[in-house]
């Protein structure tokens, strides 16, 4: 499976942004679409993931009930709605799919694309 994500920038400090990472390859079987993030000097950190329905989530505790994942109805598209930013946002923010369980750890996913960088300012 390719991923590719798009929607980084510069915003602003309580701004708000929204990436998407498209996946493509021609499997058939269900995955889990998951955003990790990788700050300068620090290690790759969970944020989000989703089921192949969508119904189940999972969120990083440093951007729960800030950001919210969404997948489409088809599944292979994936969103991050990223709201009030904050400067300890910025980082390349990276898709990742894994076909079994949703997983907390990078080491749990398969794929991965080439990151989105995402800088908020103060």
């Known amino acids: 499976v390719r991923l590719v994500e798009t929607g980084g920038g510069l915003v602003q400090a309580g701004d708000s942004l929204r990436l998407s990472c498209v996946a493509s390859?021609?499997?058939?079987?269900?995955?889990?679409l998951a955003w990790f993030r990788q700050g300068s000097g620090k290690e790759r950190e969970f944020v989000a993931a989703?089921?192949?329905?969508?119904?189940?989530?999972s969120y990083g505790d440093s951007v729960k009930d800030r950001f919210t994942i969404l997948r489409d109805s088809r599944g292979n598209t994936v969103f991050l709605q990223m709201n009030k930013l904050t400067p300890e946002d910025t980082a390349i923010y990276y898709c990742?799919?894994?076909?079994?369980?949703?997983?907390?750890?990078?080491?749990?996913?398969?794929?991965w694309g080439q990151g989105t960088q995402v800088t908020v300012s103060s």
């Open positions: 990742a799919v894994t076909f079994n369980e949703i997983g907390l750890t990078a080491s749990m996913y398969q794929n």
């Open positions: 390859g021609g499997t058939f079987t269900p995955y889990v």
């Open positions: 989703a089921s192949w329905s969508g119904n189940r989530r």
